[in-house]
Every structure is written in C-alpha cells, then in structure tokens.
C-alpha cells in the first residue's frame, strides 16, 4: 500500500460517439483490482459538473438521476458507465470521480476525469419536390423545397444543380440545441433543359441526399431537325437493295410470261381491296 497513484491524466479530451437508441459506454478512468470490490469505492458519475447520473458507494447505488432511470448500468470493474438507450438529451460533458475508501482515514481520491459524449440522431432521407409556376418555350420556372426532419446536431443543408453547388432563396432550420432538429430549402429555378437536382443534409460527418430531375416540361414546335447519321445509311441501303431489284426484275422477269401475270394479278386485287375500303 503506498501512496494513492492518480491513474488518469487529464490532458487529452476523452470523447465518445453515439446515435440515438443506440448503448454507449463511456469510460472512466479506473480499474478495481480483482483483490479488491466497488465496497471500498464511492463512484460518482455526473454530468455537466453539477448532476449526479449514478452514484455508488459501500458497493451500492446510493443516487440515480431520473433522467436516466432504468437507462444506466456501471461496470463493476472498469467502472465504465453504460447508457442504453441514448437520448438528444444526454449529449454533453460526464465526469468519473473515484475515492477509495481506507480504515481510519479519508477517503482519497483517485482519480477525477472527464469524457464528452457526441450524440447524433438521423435525419430523414430528404424529401424533394418541384412545383412549376410558369411555363415558356425558352424555361420552366418552378420552385424546388427540400426537408428532412428528425436529426441531431444542426445540420448543413446544401443543394446542387447537376453537381455544381447552389444557394438556397429560403432556408430554415428548427430553433432547438436539445431537441431533434427540422429543416427545409426553397429554390427559385428557371430550367431551360432536364437538369438534376440534389439536396444534401450534412450533419456531424454524416449525410443523406436525394436527386430528383428537373424536366423542361414545354416543348416547342421546333423546325425538322436532319435525320441522323444511322437513320442516312439505313435509308441508303434500303434504296440501293430497292434499286437493285428493280433492276434484277426489269431484266429477268418480263422474259417469264407467268410471273408477269401473277405480279398484274396481284396489284389488281390490292387495287380492289383499297377501292372497297374507301367506299366504306
Ligand atoms: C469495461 O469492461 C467491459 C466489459 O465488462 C468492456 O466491454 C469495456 O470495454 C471495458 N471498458 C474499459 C474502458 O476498459
Ligand atoms: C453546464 O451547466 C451550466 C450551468 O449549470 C450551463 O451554463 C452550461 O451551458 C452547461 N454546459 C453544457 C455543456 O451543458
Ligand atoms: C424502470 O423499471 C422498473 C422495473 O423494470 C419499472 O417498474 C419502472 O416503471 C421503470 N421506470 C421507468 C421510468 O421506466
Ligand atoms: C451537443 O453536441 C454538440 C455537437 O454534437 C456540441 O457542439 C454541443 O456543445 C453539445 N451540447 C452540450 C450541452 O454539450
Ligand atoms: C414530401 O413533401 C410533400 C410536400 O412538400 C408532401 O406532400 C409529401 O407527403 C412528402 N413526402 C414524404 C415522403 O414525406
Ligand atoms: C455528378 O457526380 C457524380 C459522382 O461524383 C457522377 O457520377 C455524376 O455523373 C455527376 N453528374 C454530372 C451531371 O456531372
Ligand atoms: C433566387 O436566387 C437567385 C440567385 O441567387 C436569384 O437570381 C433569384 O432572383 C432569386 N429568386 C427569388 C424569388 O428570390
Ligand atoms: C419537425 O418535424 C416533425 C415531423 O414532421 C414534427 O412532428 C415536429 O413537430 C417538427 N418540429 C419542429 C420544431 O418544427
Ligand atoms: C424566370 O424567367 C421569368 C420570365 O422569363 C422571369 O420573370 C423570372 O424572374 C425568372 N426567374 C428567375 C429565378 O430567374
């Protein structure tokens, strides 16, 4: 038994990541022996400096805060505290403060420490719409909103037009540090081709986007345009193999009495059908 050893050393900020729902275990700065319980501690988990979370003392909880009933467990060894399951609310600074309890003496400190735990909470996958106001040969005028709901910490919301960034006309986000947060973007747009648009919720490294595409809804008569290059040679060689025959069949088939006469035959019982269909 020697001097108490002050085993945490507060120089790097000790800090934890959670989401909501999930169980989190934040860790203190002591490890009990296996010689010795948690009844020769007391333990204090607070929060903030100024509540007490859990509390132990003579190996039994002496202080819960209701905040956190029945979402609270201590390891009895590592003194890790275990919340489950995280809330907005419990974002913020907890310290561990560990004395040990000696006979006839003091109870000493052994350690005092802090660790910040970051909650975050999804936001909803974003919700896009577009709504056209005006309609012109040359551009679709529309407004475009963008929200998402539900996430924790504040987000950034940013939109992109064909992947080049865009400001927001309107934006507004939910006034609240301990509550979920809203927010929402409207966009004035006049669109003069298809473009695609996307909005992204960005939010403590993470983010959720939608893309939706912007369509040019008003086609304008516009004058023939040429026919393209594959529709040129498709016609070219359909004219060429019609020309071919033509010229196969004028050397071949007036020599052949009966083809000639199948081929009379036949356009006269086209001809006749078609005069039949007109007359109805
Ligand atoms: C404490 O012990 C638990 C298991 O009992 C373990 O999951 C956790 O990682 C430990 N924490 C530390 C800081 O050692
Ligand atoms: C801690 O509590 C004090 C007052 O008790 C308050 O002013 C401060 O904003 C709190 N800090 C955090 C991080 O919650
Ligand atoms: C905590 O759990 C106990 C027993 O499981 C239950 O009776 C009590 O209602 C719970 N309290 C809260 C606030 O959920
Ligand atoms: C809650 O978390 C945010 C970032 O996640 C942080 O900036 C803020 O200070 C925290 N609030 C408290 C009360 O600790
Ligand atoms: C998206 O927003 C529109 C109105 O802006 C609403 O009518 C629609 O229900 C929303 N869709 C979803 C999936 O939330
Ligand atoms: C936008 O960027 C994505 C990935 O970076 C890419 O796949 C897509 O083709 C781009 N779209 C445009 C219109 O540049
Ligand atoms: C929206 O913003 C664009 C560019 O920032 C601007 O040209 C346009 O006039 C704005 N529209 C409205 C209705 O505020
Ligand atoms: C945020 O959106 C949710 C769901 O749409 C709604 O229930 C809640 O009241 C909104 N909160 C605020 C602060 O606007
Ligand atoms: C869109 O075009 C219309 C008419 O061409 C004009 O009145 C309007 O201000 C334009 N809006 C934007 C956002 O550029």
């Not at 002050?6 to 700065?29: D, I």
């Not at 399951?85 to 052994?110: A, F, K, M």
């Not at 594959?230 to 196969?248: G, P, Q």
Request: proline share 4%.
């Amino acid at each position: 038994w020697g001097m108490p050893v002050l085993v945490c050393y507060a120089l790097e900020k000790k800090v934890v990541k959670s989401k909501v729902g999930e169980k989190v275990g934040l860790p203190c700065c002591h490890e009990i022996p296996s010689s010795e319980s948690l009844h020769s501690y007391r333990v204090y988990w607070q929060k903030n400096t100024t509540e007490v979370v859990l509390a132990y003392a003579d190996g039994k909880m002496i202080s819960k805060h209701e905040q956190y009933v029945n979402r609270t467990e201590m390891d009895a060894r590592n003194l890790t505290l275990w919340i489950s399951p995280v809330e907005i609310l419990d974002n913020g600074s907890y310290q561990c403060i560990v004395q040990h309890r000696r006979l006839l003496q003091n109870s000493v400190v052994v350690c005092d420490e802090s660790v910040t735990l970051f909650v975050t909470a999804d936001f909803s996958k974003p919700n896009v719409t577009a709504d056209v106001l005006a309609d012109s040969c040359e551009s679709t005028e529309m407004v475009v909103r963008c929200s998402s709901y539900g996430g924790f910490p504040k987000p950034k919301l940013s939109g992109a037009l064909d992947n080049e960034s865009t400001a927001w006309n309107d934006s507004w986000v939910s006034e609240s540090s301990l509550r979920a947060y809203n927010v929402t973007g409207k966009l004035w747009l006049n669109v003069t081709k298809d473009i695609s648009f996307t909005c992204s919720v960005e939010y403590n490294g993470f983010a959720e986007s939608t893309s939706l595409l912007l369509k040019k809804t008003k086609e304008c008569v516009v004058p023939t345009v040429p026919p393209s290059y594959n529709v040129i040679t498709a016609s070219s060689i359909i004219i060429i193999t019609f020309l071919l025959a033509i010229t196969l069949a004028a050397r071949y088939l007036p020599r052949h009495g009966k083809y000639s006469s199948f081929f009379k035959k036949q356009s006269l019982t086209a001809y006749g059908v078609s005069m039949q269909n007109t007359h109805l």
